[in-house]
């Protein structure tokens, strides 16, 4: 239904900053919560960060907050992530995602991009 569209992805050093943005469309943006996701090798995808479908709410992965920050603009069918303070072990591929109702941390999404690629360089 929705199609997701991420990019930012790319190599910085440790302590840098990167923003990810995932472009929708197709179907209503604002009736989606909204999650991002990453995978690194060997090991199964993993919540990062959600945004309920007002922005009103959001949640993190205890592993990135204080330096993550999700956000949306329904205006422009975006989500956001904004990750500071990168370390090596943020390396991995990251993925937007899509959900047709509430916020969840767990992988019960509907939608979800091909992903980024981030990589930290200690």
């Known amino acids: 239904q929705v199609q997701l569209v991420e990019s930012g992805g790319g190599l910085v050093q440790a302590g840098g900053s990167l923003r990810l943005s995932c472009a929708a469309s197709?179907?209503?943006?604002?009736?989606?919560?909204m999650g991002w996701f990453r995978q690194t090798p060997g090991l199964e995808r993993e919540f990062v960060a959600t945004v309920s479908r007002n922005g009103g709410a959001k949640y993190y992965a205890d592993s990135v907050k204080g330096r993550f920050t999700i956000s949306r603009d329904n205006a422009k069918n975006t989500v956001y992530l904004q990750m500071n303070s990168l370390k090596p072990e943020d390396t991995a591929v990251y993925y937007c995602?899509?959900?047709?109702?509430?916020?969840?941390?767990?992988?019960?999404?509907?939608?979800w991009g091909q992903g980024t690629q981030v990589t930290v360089s200690s």
């Open positions: 197709g179907g209503t943006f604002s009736s989606y919560s």
């Open positions: 995602a899509a959900r047709a109702g509430a916020t969840r941390t767990t992988l019960e999404y509907d939608n």
